[in-house]
């Protein structure tokens, strides 16, 4: 048994109680088994003790749960908009406070929040930090930690996504073009700067908001500067009715068809929530835009309610009106 994980890159076995595996196509739990991990990614998984000479660490209480990638974090927001996840109200004031913390307290709330997803067996995030600032604290904790991240800012960020998310002009949305084309370079630039650090566990991608908070100038520069990086897109995509209707009103097509008009899965693409499809139509073309769901069933947004797969619920923005 060995105190603490080896370093990045090399080979060592994990001995565990229980260890779930996949066999034949179906979820699998394998009694005292081991999994070989080998410059940091998972080679092998079997019954069993392993017959090596190789460094181990033994958990024989625990069950271990490899390869666990949560698709759609917010990380530093975890607990502080925990408390309308399930209720009333909008998380927008909590993540106000949460940009209004320190370098350490913001560090102190990424690594609590960080640990309850890592105690829950997910190693990797895709990570879209509310600010490039969240972001920056993401990566230095991961780091600390030995974490894969895909981390990004989200674009616009908080707090200036709030007024372009619930504008009643689109001049709000048009008039944030070069603010948030800077945004767009500052996130470009941290990708470059921390792109492959930890012996390659950290990879930055870029983060937007949504498809209702751009334009087609600030979508293309953003394209531009994921395939820079190589690591795709990370959106909320339809995440309600209010942005798919807005995106009809002003493009004339579904947030989906529009992504797609815009050549926006040309690299890797990533779509949380999209409760708001037209299920005749948007599956399809995701599909041929070979583009991931990632559903997230605590809620359709924080302040949202529980759904399900086929759900049409709607957080609505801040101060949004259903009236477009």
Known sequence: MVSSLPAVGAAYVVEAGWVLSWDRGRPALLRDAHVVVSEGRIADVRPGAFDGDMPRIAVPDDILLPGFISGHTHVASGTPTRGVIEGE??????????????DDELDDLTAYNLAEILRAGCTTQLEMSQSLRQAESYVRVALRWGV????????????????????????????????????????????????????????????????????????????????????????????????????????????????????????PLFGAHMLALDWDSDPAIFNKM??????????????????????????????ASTQL
Request: with cysteine; aromatic share 4%; proline share 9%.
């Open 89 to 102: 109200g909008t998380s927008r004031p909590s993540a106000h406070l949460v940009e209004a913390l320190s």
């Open 148 to 267: 894969r991240g895909y981390p990004g800012g989200m674009i616009p960020a908080t707090p200036r996504v709030d007024t372009i998310w619930a504008r009643q002009d689109d001049a709000v949305l048009y008039d944030s073009v070069p603010a948030t084309l800077r945004e767009i370079e500052a996130n470009r630039l941290f990708g470059l700067r921390h792109m492959n650090a930890g012996d390659g566990l950290i990879k930055p991608m870029l983060a937007p908001h949504a498809t209702d908070t751009h334009t087609p100038e600030t979508m293309l520069a953003m394209k531009a500067a994921a395939l820079e990086l190589g690591t795709g897109l990370h959106f909320h995509i339809a995440q309600s009715t209010i942005e798919t209707e807005r995106v009809r009103r002003l493009w004339g097509m579904t947030p989906v068809a529009w992504l797609d008009s815009l050549g926006m899965a040309d690299g």
């Open 290 to 319: 070979g583009g991931v769901y990632v559903h997230c069933p605590s809620a359709g947004g924080a302040g949202g309610p529980s759904c399900s797969a086929a759900s049409r619920s709607d957080p609505e923005p801040p101060g």
